[in-house]
């Protein structure tokens, strides 16, 4: 790989965008990174083998670049990104995100302000520059859950997140899509600490029709279930009664209900006789689980969008359900840990 040297001023935070063919979004992106004000920080990009313009793009803004002669995996690009840093805190952002002025100035007053904290990690804006239903919902929806979570969490979202670079030590991830989510959860279990900073919102740029909308929902919970098990989520959800990672409790019962009521809506129509009682009981419960974010939709976007939802909810409960059942049934093929799995980071995206 090839390196062009970063500035000899030592930086606060090291800035680190991963990128494989997003030469529609890095200057963006990288404007946004240079509107920010009151810090001292490095930009490195990292282009993980890009077949288009992203490393020329990029070039007009990084300090340093790196390129990986071929795409091996977002998480091998950031851990390439992490190895050329010199802050002490290093910050990861997509390369379809815009941070805003201050992002990187919180963090580094957080930091300053909670020393016991070894990682931050924020969240989406409600606002999105995509008109259209799937992107709206799917943005509304983060902002939502991420809004409801704790002062302290137990993933990393990987639009925006920054670590101490003395608490890098990530040998061991196994999955390829929810990478962060893993990041989280395995410095949590060696007793580190990961602060969710509200203020710390981000603009994502990435547009959802409905087939990418329900292959992101069914492949982030197929790597949620190998995740859940490989750290005993069972154990944590009755301990903190929370969920697990990003999924409440609420979300999660919510995503077991869907399946039981399509079930029930399936057998209903080919054995008339089942009494349909039961599953209008689980549908209202589902229902009762979900009021608020539907209301929430409502104050947002309007009652025709928070009809829509309601059913757009359903069907993203049932397929992320159908996602986890079919991540534990992998573990059968290829158990946590084993040559395949971690083989499957490094394949190309393309």
Not at 41 to 50: H, K, N, P, Q
Not at 195 to 222: A, T, Y
Not at 240 to 246: E, I, L, N, V, Y
Not at 320 to 347: D, N
Request: proline share 3%; hydrophobic share 45%.
């Amino acid at each position: 790989m090839d390196a062009l040297p970063a500035c000899n001023m030592k930086p606060e935070l090291s800035v680190i965008v991963a990128a494989f063919n997003c030469e529609k979004t890095i200057m963006a992106c990288l404007e946004a990174i240079l509107q920010s004000k009151s810090v001292v920080y490095e930009l490195i990009v990292v282009d993980d083998g890009s077949h288009d313009n992203t490393c020329q793009r990029a070039g007009k803004y990084a300090d340093t670049i790196v390129r990986h002669p071929r795409n091996i995996g977002r998480f091998e690009a950031r851990m390439t990104g992490m190895r050329h840093a010199e802050g002490a805190l290093v910050v990861n952002v997509d390369a379809d995100v815009l941070i805003r002025h201050d992002s990187l100035r919180l963090i580094r007053d957080y930091f300053k302000a909670h020393p016991e904290i070894n990682a931050v990690t924020g969240l989406l804006s409600k606002e999105h520059p995509h008109s259209d239903y799937f992107s709206q919902y799917k943005n509304l929806y983060m902002h939502y859950c991420f809004r409801r979570l704790p002062d302290q969490v137990s993933f990393l979202y990987g639009s925006i997140f920054a670590i101490r670079r003395d608490a890098i030590d990530f040998s061991g991830v196994s999955v390829r899509v929810a990478d962060d989510t893993e990041l989280g959860q395995m410095l949590v279990s060696r007793g580190k600490r990961i602060g969710m900073l509200k203020e710390l919102e981000v603009i994502h740029l990435k547009r959802f029709d409905f087939g990418s909308w329900l292959i992101n929902d069914f492949r982030i919970p197929h790597d949620w279930a190998r995740i859940f098990v490989k750290y005993q989520g069972w154990k944590k959800m009755g301990q903190s009664k929370r969920g697990f990672a990003h999924a409440s409790m609420g979300q999660i019962v919510s995503m077991i209900l869907a399946v039981l009521i399509f079930l029930g809506l399936v057998s209903t129509a080919i054995y008339p006789v089942c009494v349909p009682g039961l599953t209008g009981f689980l549908a209202f419960i589902w229902v009762m689980l979900n009021r608020d974010f539907l209301r929430y939709l409502r104050v947002e976007r309007g009652v025709t969008f928070a009809v829509a939802g309601l059913f757009v909810t359903f069907m993203d409960h049932l397929v992320m359900m159908v996602g986890v059942i079919t991540g534990v049934c992998s573990l059968i093929y290829a158990p946590i840990g084993s040559k395949t799995t971690r083989g499957a980071l490094y394949r190309d995206k393309t």
